[in-house]
C-alpha cells in the first residue's frame, strides 16, 4: 500500500496521527485509534503499518519519546518525572527504562549533557547572542537589537483555530519544489470550495523537533484555517490548533534560510 500521499485511506490514517500526537498521555489502545480511524482493529492495525512503515506500537513509543527528549531539553525548570507523565508514561522508572533502550543514555544524562548525545543537543541550543546585542521591552514585544540587525518577536493570544491541509512526510529542508507542490495540491482543493479568501490564514505545522526525529519520519502539513464544520476529502483532512499564547517573529527567508530563522527562536530567543 502506498504510503506517500496517494492511498484512499490517508485522510484518516493522518487524523489518527492527529489524535494520537494531542493525546500522548492519554488512551491510544488499538481500539480506541481503529474507532478515530472509523476501521476495525485488525483492519486498522495492518493498515496503519503500511501506511506509516512503522507498527502501531512503535509508532505510539516513538512520538512518546520523542517528546519526552524534547521537553528535557526545552522545559529544564520541569522534573523527569512531570515529564515522564504528559508522555503518557505511568512511572519515571518507565519512562526511563524506554528512553534508554531508545536512546541509548537516561534522561538525566540527556538533559545533563553528560554523554555524548546529550553534548551534541546542548551545544546545538548554546544561546550564541553576541555580546554587544541587548533586549528592548515593551510589554509583550521584545525588540533584540545586535550584530545581525533589529528582530521582533511578540506575544499573542491566539483562539483555537480549524486548519485543513495536506501533509508530507519526510525531509523538506530547503526542498522549495517539495512546498510549491504541496500547495499547489491543497489549492486544487480548497479553491474550488471557496475556502482560500481575505480572512484565511495560511500556515505550515511542522509536527516534530528535526534535532530528535530521523529525517524519513518527519512531517509537515501545509493548508489554511477554514470555518468550524469544514470536513475534509481525499488527501486533505482537517485538524484543530489549540487556543494558548504564542511568539510572532517576522523573517524575510528564502529557502535556504528557514533553518537560521528557526534556530535563532528556538535557540536564542
Given at each position: 500500500?502506498?504510503?506517500?500521499?496517494?492511498?484512499?485511506?490517508?485522510?484518516?490514517?493522518n487524523r489518527v496521527i492527529d489524535y494520537i500526537e494531542?493525546?500522548?498521555?492519554?488512551?491510544?489502545?488499538?481500539?480506541?485509534?481503529?474507532?478515530?480511524?472509523?476501521?476495525?482493529?485488525?483492519?486498522?492495525?495492518?493498515?496503519?503499518?503500511?501506511?506509516?512503515?512503522?507498527?502501531?506500537?512503535?509508532?505510539?513509543?516513538?512520538?512518546?519519546?520523542?517528546?519526552?527528549?524534547?521537553?528535557?531539553?526545552?522545559?529544564?525548570?520541569?522534573?523527569?518525572?512531570?515529564?515522564?507523565?504528559?508522555?503518557?508514561?505511568?512511572?519515571?522508572?518507565?519512562?526511563?527504562?524506554?528512553?534508554?533502550?531508545?536512546?541509548?543514555?537516561?534522561?538525566?544524562?540527556?538533559?545533563?549533557?553528560?554523554?555524548?548525545?546529550?553534548?551534541?543537543?546542548?551545544?546545538?541550543?548554546?544561546?550564541?547572542?553576541?555580546?554587544?546585542?541587548?533586549?528592548?521591552?515593551?510589554?509583550?514585544?521584545?525588540?533584540?537589537?545586535?550584530?545581525?540587525?533589529?528582530?521582533?518577536?511578540?506575544?499573542?493570544?491566539?483562539?483555537?483555530?480549524?486548519?485543513?491541509?495536506?501533509?508530507?512526510?519526510?525531509?523538506?529542508?530547503?526542498?522549495?519544489?517539495?512546498?510549491?507542490?504541496?500547495?499547489?495540491?491543497?489549492?486544487?482543493?480548497?479553491?474550488?470550495?471557496?475556502?482560500?479568501?481575505?480572512?484565511?490564514?495560511?500556515?505550515?505545522?511542522?509536527?516534530?523537533?528535526?534535532?530528535?526525529?530521523?529525517?524519513?519520519?518527519?512531517?509537515?502539513?501545509?493548508?489554511?484555517?477554514?470555518?468550524?464544520?469544514?470536513?475534509?476529502?481525499?488527501?486533505?483532512?482537517?485538524?484543530?490548533?489549540?487556543?494558548?499564547?504564542?511568539?510572532?517573529?517576522?523573517?524575510?527567508?528564502?529557502?535556504?534560510?528557514?533553518?537560521?530563522?528557526?534556530?535563532?527562536?528556538?535557540?536564542?530567543?
Amino acid at each position: 500500500m502506498p504510503s506517500d500521499g496517494t492511498s484512499p485511506y490517508t485522510r484518516r490514517i493522518n487524523r489518527v496521527i492527529d489524535y494520537i500526537e494531542a493525546n500522548l498521555a492519554g488512551d491510544l489502545s488499538l481500539k480506541r485509534l481503529a474507532d478515530v480511524a472509523t476501521f476495525s482493529p485488525y483492519h486498522f492495525h495492518r493498515v496503519f503499518a503500511a501506511m506509516t512503515g512503522e507498527p502501531l506500537h512503535r509508532f505510539v513509543m516513538r512520538l512518546r519519546l520523542e517528546r519526552g527528549a524534547h521537553l528535557l531539553r526545552s522545559r529544564v525548570e520541569r522534573s523527569i518525572t512531570e515529564i515522564a507523565l504528559e508522555c503518557g508514561f505511568a512511572t519515571h522508572a518507565a519512562f526511563t527504562k524506554a528512553f534508554k533502550a531508545w536512546y541509548e543514555v537516561a534522561p538525566s544524562g540527556y538533559r545533563n549533557a553528560k554523554s555524548k548525545i546529550g553534548q551534541t543537543q546542548s551545544n546545538h541550543w548554546e544561546v550564541r547572542t553576541p555580546s554587544s546585542a541587548y533586549i528592548e521591552h515593551r510589554k509583550r514585544l521584545q525588540i533584540w537589537h545586535g550584530e545581525e540587525g533589529q528582530r521582533v518577536v511578540n506575544l499573542e493570544d491566539e483562539a483555537a483555530v480549524f486548519f485543513a491541509y495536506v501533509r508530507h512526510i519526510g525531509p523538506y529542508a530547503g526542498d522549495a519544489r517539495l512546498f510549491d507542490r504541496l500547495w499547489k495540491q491543497f489549492a486544487a482543493w480548497a479553491g474550488p470550495r471557496g475556502l482560500m479568501n481575505e480572512s484565511s490564514r495560511y500556515f505550515a505545522v511542522y509536527h516534530n523537533d528535526p534535532d530528535v526525529t530521523e529525517e524519513p519520519k518527519l512531517r509537515v502539513s501545509v493548508g489554511c484555517t477554514v470555518p468550524e464544520g469544514t470536513v475534509g476529502s481525499g488527501e486533505v483532512e482537517v485538524m484543530s490548533i489549540a487556543a494558548g499564547t504564542y511568539a510572532r517573529s517576522e523573517h524575510l527567508l528564502g529557502p535556504a534560510d528557514y533553518a537560521q530563522a528557526w534556530n535563532w527562536v528556538y535557540r536564542d530567543w
